[in-house]
């Protein structure tokens, strides 16, 4: 389908409403603090208070990209904006235990299933020519995880004890998803007036079981292996990095969460430029590229603070000292940031290589596993520092996920290219031997 009229509005209203459910989605990554300081919950509990916003924003994906090829992507929006400033507000209003906490966080949750629904609606709105660009300014709303980490510390510490638009806004950290559920029903009804209506949907014929069918394929679950890696962990990252600069350097939340924003920007911002390189150089190339960088710097991540000690004639003697300062730990976050950025476009260049006709089940489920990557981590990393003791381990997670990935990888290619050329292999040995003088 061709561009049209009224496509720039729908890639904005609809890159701004992905942008605020992406912050709405991944908002505990900063209130989760002052929750566990008001409710007293242990780490493990708070990993799993994020864990379950994550794990709902993650499990509708598939039909709810399908849902918006069948009956439009503006009526799927509007309703999911409008669904997600309920939980959003009564957590902001209502009475609370832990028990409430996780029932709402995993409801408000349901915000980060919105990416499957905006990349059917803008595909049906630009042709392939500018599909790419626009997927992935579509895609850069992932910027929306910063938002609370910009925002938040600020207004928590400046509206604590305070009450606004004659209560429907409270203050502390209530202030936030008080403030979102607003924006959620403006944005909804911005949509609804200004966008315009839905294009004629060109899969509403095809039935579920034959766009489903692709699911079948090794392929998805590799690319959905790849997903986890470069946005799965973002979003886990996202949600935990505050904490964990929190916990290790003692950083007030307010810095650690502007740190985190340095990790979030390029992780999102790049996106497009991922896109771009895909379409110029190739994905698979270009996914080296992303696991190789991302392996260099989470080597130095997950390296433990200390010293090996070494017994000599002379006593014991200690060598090797290391550990990582707050600036160096956050340029080498950053430069996994910019890694995850172009990854991800990198790995959704290869959907409509592969899947050209399904690329909304096909996106779907890969944005879907991904995005479970990120309800499965925290929990991991609070598991693995509380057997291993070491908060690294953090990185020692996704550096061996990552490895594991690019091993995976290149072992596929190696083998499509032996299929390729079969003769191949022999003929170099044959060369060799010939230049060995055998």
Same mark, same amino acid.
């Given at each position: 389908?061709?561009?049209?009229?009224?496509?720039?509005?729908?890639?904005?209203?609809?890159?701004?409403?992905?942008?605020?459910?992406?912050?709405?989605?991944?908002?505990?990554?900063?209130?989760?603090?002052?929750?566990?300081?008001?409710?007293?919950?242990?780490?493990?509990?708070?990993?799993?208070?994020?864990?379950?916003?994550?794990?709902?924003?993650?499990?509708?994906?598939?039909?709810?990209?399908?849902?918006?090829?069948?009956?439009?992507?503006?009526?799927?929006?509007?309703?999911? %904006?409008?669904?997600?400033?309920?939980?959003?507000?009564?957590?902001?209003?209502?009475?609370?235990?832990?028990?409430?906490?996780?029932?709402?966080?995993?409801?408000?949750?349901?915000?980060?299933?919105?990416?499957?629904?905006?990349?059917?609606?803008? #595909?049906?709105?630009?042709?392939? #020519?500018?599909?790419?660009?626009?997927?992935?300014?579509?895609? *850069?709303?992932?910027?929306?995880?910063?938002?609370?980490?910009?925002?938040?510390?600020?207004?928590?510490?400046?509206?604590? +004890?305070? #009450?606004?638009?004659?209560?429907?806004?409270?203050?502390?950290?209530?202030?936030?998803?008080?403030?979102?559920?607003?924006?959620?029903?403006?944005?909804? *009804?911005?949509?609804?007036?200004?966008?315009?209506?839905?294009?004629?949907?060109?899969?509403?014929?095809?039935? %579920?079981?034959?766009?489903?069918?692709?699911?079948?394929?090794?392929?998805?679950?590799?690319?959905?292996?790849?997903?986890?890696?470069?946005?799965?962990?973002?979003?886990?990252?996202?949600?935990?990095?505050?904490?964990?600069?929190?916990?290790?350097?003692? %950083?007030?939340?307010?810095?650690?969460?502007?740190?985190?924003?340095?990790?979030?920007?390029?992780?999102?911002?790049?996106?497009?430029?991922?896109?771009?390189?895909?379409?110029?150089?190739?994905?698979?190339?270009?996914?080296?590229?992303?696991?190789?960088?991302?392996?260099?710097?989470?080597?130095?991540?997950?390296?433990?603070? +200390?010293?090996?000690?070494?017994?000599?004639?002379?006593?014991?003697?200690?060598?090797?000292?290391?550990?990582?300062?707050?600036?160096?730990?956050?340029?080498? %976050?950053?430069?996994? +940031?910019?890694?995850?950025?172009?990854?991800?476009?990198?790995?959704?260049?290869?959907?409509?290589?592969?899947?050209?006709?399904?690329?909304?089940?096909?996106?779907?489920?890969?944005?879907t596993l991904g995005a479970l990557g990120g309800f499965l981590l925290p929990p991991l990393f609070v598991y693995v520092r509380s057997w291993t003791g070491l908060p690294q381990s953090t990185f020692v997670v996704l550096f061996l996920?990552?490895?594991?990935a690019t091993v995976w990888m290149h072992v596929v290619i190696v083998k499509m290219l032996h299929k390729a050329s079969p003769t191949l292999k022999n003929q170099i040995d044959y060369d060799n031997s010939q230049m060995n003088g055998?």
């Open positions: 389908m061709s561009q049209r009229s009224g496509s720039g509005r729908v890639l904005t209203l609809s890159t701004f409403a992905f942008t605020l459910m992406f912050a709405v989605w991944l908002m505990f990554g900063v209130l989760g603090i002052p929750i566990q300081k008001e409710f007293g919950i242990s780490d493990s509990q708070l990993a799993w208070l994020s864990s379950v916003a994550i794990l709902n924003g993650s499990i509708w994906r598939l039909l709810l990209g399908v849902l918006a090829d069948r009956i439009g992507g503006k009526k799927v929006t509007v309703v999911m %904006l409008l669904v997600t400033s309920i939980p959003a507000y009564l957590l902001a209003h209502i009475e609370l235990t832990y028990t409430w906490l996780l029932v709402l966080a995993f409801f408000v949750g349901f915000a980060g299933n919105l990416f499957s629904v905006g990349i059917a609606w803008n #595909s049906h709105w630009f042709d392939r #020519s500018r599909q790419g660009f626009a997927l992935g300014v579509f895609g *850069a709303g992932n910027v929306g995880a910063s938002a609370t980490k910009f925002i938040g510390p600020v207004v928590i510490a400046g509206t604590v +004890g305070g #009450s606004y638009l004659g209560g429907i806004i409270p203050g502390g950290w209530r202030f936030v998803p008080a403030l979102y559920a607003v924006l959620l029903v403006l944005t909804a *009804a911005a949509i609804q007036f200004f966008t315009p209506a839905d294009a004629e949907n060109l899969q509403a014929s095809r039935p %579920l079981r034959q766009m489903f069918a692709p699911l079948r394929f090794l392929q998805v679950w590799r690319f959905s292996f790849y997903y986890v890696i470069v946005f799965g962990a973002y979003v886990a990252l996202a949600s935990w990095m505050p904490k964990y600069y929190v916990s290790v350097y003692g %950083l007030e939340l307010q810095k650690a969460a502007l740190l985190t924003a340095l990790f979030i920007f390029p992780a999102s911002l790049l996106r497009p430029l991922g896109g771009y390189i895909s379409d110029k150089m190739g994905a698979r190339r270009l996914m080296y590229g992303t696991f190789l960088s991302m392996l260099l710097a989470l080597l130095f991540l997950a390296a433990p603070f +200390g010293y090996i000690v070494l017994n000599t004639p002379d006593g014991p003697r200690e060598v090797l000292p290391y550990s990582l300062g707050v600036v160096p730990f956050t340029a080498l %976050l950053f430069i996994v +940031g910019c890694s995850m950025g172009i990854g991800k476009a990198a790995v959704f260049k290869h959907i409509p290589e592969y899947f050209p006709n399904d690329v909304g089940a096909v996106g779907g489920l890969v944005g996920l990552t490895l594991i055998d």
